[in-house]
């Protein structure tokens, strides 16, 4: 499984624009890019997915560059609902048995302050 | 739709003590797993299982046990509880997709062993 890296922690203020960076270097050509979203005493919940290029949903938008060795999370005018953990996680959707076995790193704890 | 479903919430053992935690999932869903998270950490894989009568070990089964008669339970034994096995427990489901990596989670069990 590709390894990852993204920052520690991240603070921002309500009505900004928050762009998370995660660093994948050796991913594999099968390896989808999923984000993984997780309020403390809750579980995670699954934000977006992408192979390339970029993605939009409802709740964020995912930016892949041409080589795949990074993304970016993007989350639209956050509020403080969004102060959360941010897991961005790189694998094989058949290897991983479409998310049944998922490798979670330490995320990035993003803080949103008014 | 109740999703996935954990049991109890909140649990104190004493060293020594077994105990089950529960799992329940109304999605249909064939796949199915634990991870336990330690404070700051990211989730890490026990078990899995993909389908009734099948499961595997994942990063850290040690102390553990699981079972799967049925598509909807996926219950997680203690055998011998431990201070080290201190930690919240989540369960999750998976449906059968080789295109994404999206997992639906419990609630989670903080287990707690004195």
């Known amino acids: 499984l590709a390894k990852t890296t993204q920052p520690i922690s991240m603070d921002s203020y309500e009505g900004q624009e928050v762009n998370i960076t995660c660093s994948h270097n050796n991913i594999a050509t099968n390896d989808y890019i999923t984000w993984y979203q997780q309020f403390p005493s809750q579980g995670p919940r699954f934000i977006i997915q992408g192979y390339k290029t970029k993605v939009t949903n409802e709740v964020a938008s995912l930016f892949i560059p041409a080589d795949r060795k990074s993304s970016t999370l993007s989350l639209p005018r956050v509020s403080l609902s969004d102060t959360a953990v941010y897991y961005c996680?790189?694998?094989?959707?058949?290897?991983?048995?479409?998310?049944?076995?998922?490798?979670f790193g330490t995320g990035t704890q993003l803080k949103v302050e008014l | 739709n109740a999703g996935v479903t954990q049991t109890p919430k909140f649990q104190v053992l004493k060293t020594g003590q077994s105990m089950t935690l529960q799992c329940a999932q109304d999605m249909n869903h064939e796949y199915m797993s634990w991870y336990r998270q330690d404070p700051g950490m990211g989730l890490r894989l026990i078990h899995y299982s993909v389908g009734a009568g099948i499961t595997d070990q994942g990063e850290v089964p040690n102390g553990y046990n699981v079972s799967r008669s049925t598509t909807e339970d996926f219950p997680l034994r203690l055998l011998s509880a431990a201070p080290s096995q201190t930690s919240v427990y989540f369960c999750?489901?998976?449906?059968?997709?080789?295109?994404?990596?999206?997992?639906?989670f419990g609630q989670g069990t903080r287990l707690t062993v004195v």
């Open positions: 996680l790189v694998g094989d959707p058949i290897l991983t048995g479409g998310g049944n076995k998922l490798t």
């Open positions: 999750a489901s998976t449906p059968i997709k080789s295109y994404n990596t999206e997992a639906f």
